[in-house]
């Protein structure tokens, strides 16, 4: 699992590639936690283009980061899912909890 990230304005975009399962999710918690406390005023946009595999270890992080995002009144979007991963979203009822967007540039405008 490879992450990159981006800063445009206020949001940080976190550019996931691989699978995310539980061998690699306690260290991409680790680092996303790292960039909330580093940009503590900005928003969290997580690009899942290049995510070919998410375990229920994956979706715990999501969650999680909303959470803490939420208590700093920010706020994490999610957008360029493939459909193997939407299709888990769907299957374990997320789709509604969270904002997803098509495109990254959708998903920017709507900050």
């Known amino acids: 699992m490879d992450l990159r990230t ?5 949001v940080i975009i976190l550019y996931l590639q691989g699978k995310l399962d539980v061998h690699v999710s306690a260290d991409i ?6 960039i909330i406390g ?4 900005c928003h969290m946009l997580l690009n899942l283009s290049s ?4 375990s229920s270890s994956g979706l ?3 969650v999680a ?3 803490i995002l939420k208590e700093s009144k920010r706020k994490l979007k999610l957008c360029s899912m493939n ?3 939407k299709k888990i979203f769907e299957v374990v009822e997320l789709m509604d909890m969270f904002d997803i967007h098509e495109t990254e540039e959708e998903a920017l405008k709507s900050f």
């Open 6 to 10: 981006k800063k445009v304005n206020n």
């Open 65 to 67: 980061t909303m959470r």
């Open 83 to 85: 459909n193997a991963v």
């Open 60 to 62: 715990r992080i999501f």
């Open 29 to 34: 918690e680790k680092e996303i936690n790292k």
């Open 51 to 54: 995510v070919e595999y998410m």
């Open 38 to 41: 580093q940009e503590s005023e």
